[in-house]
Nanobody, 125 residues
Framework: QVQLVESGGGSVQTGGSLRLSCAASGYTYSSGCMGWFRQAPGKELEGVAAIDTDGSTSYADSVKGRFTISKDNGKNTLYLQMNSLKPEDTAIYYC???????????????????WGQGTQVTVSS
């Protein structure tokens, strides 16, 4: 049984940083690309970042230059380093996988089979 578990969320002030982690069991990150999504209250699910098996990455325009997605295949863990956080980054963040390609999956959350339970990120001004 596949299980994805996010951690690392919390509350920070504008300009702060957080690092999210997504640990997998019953699934290996080398078998497909992985992604991070977020959903703010009253808004649709939004692709944030995705990473292919070869390490290629894709990002939403709103987070480019501030967020970095990475993975450790040995630890079967996906990361999202979030810097220069803004109030509009406030949302529940989810990891998901696998996807066909990072660029495709970022805009197609329905293409992902497995999802974590989410972790709350709150950025105050």
């Amino acid at each position: 049984q596949v299980q994805l578990v996010e951690s690392g969320g919390g509350s920070v002030q504008t300009g702060g940083s957080l690092r999210l982690s997504c640990a997998a069991s019953g699934y290996t990150y080398s078998s497909g690309c992985m992604g991070w999504f977020r959903q703010a209250p009253g808004k649709e699910l939004e692709g944030v970042a995705a990473i292919d098996t070869d390490g290629s990455t894709s990002y939403a325009d709103s987070v480019k230059g501030r967020f970095t997605i990475s993975k450790d295949n040995g630890k079967n863990t996906l990361y999202l380093q979030m810097n220069s956080l803004k109030p509009e980054d406030t949302a529940i963040y989810y990891c998901a996988g696998p996807c066909w390609s990072a660029a495709y999956g970022l805009g197609k959350p329905s293409s992902f089979d497995y999802w974590g339970q989410g972790t709350q990120v709150t950025v105050s001004s």
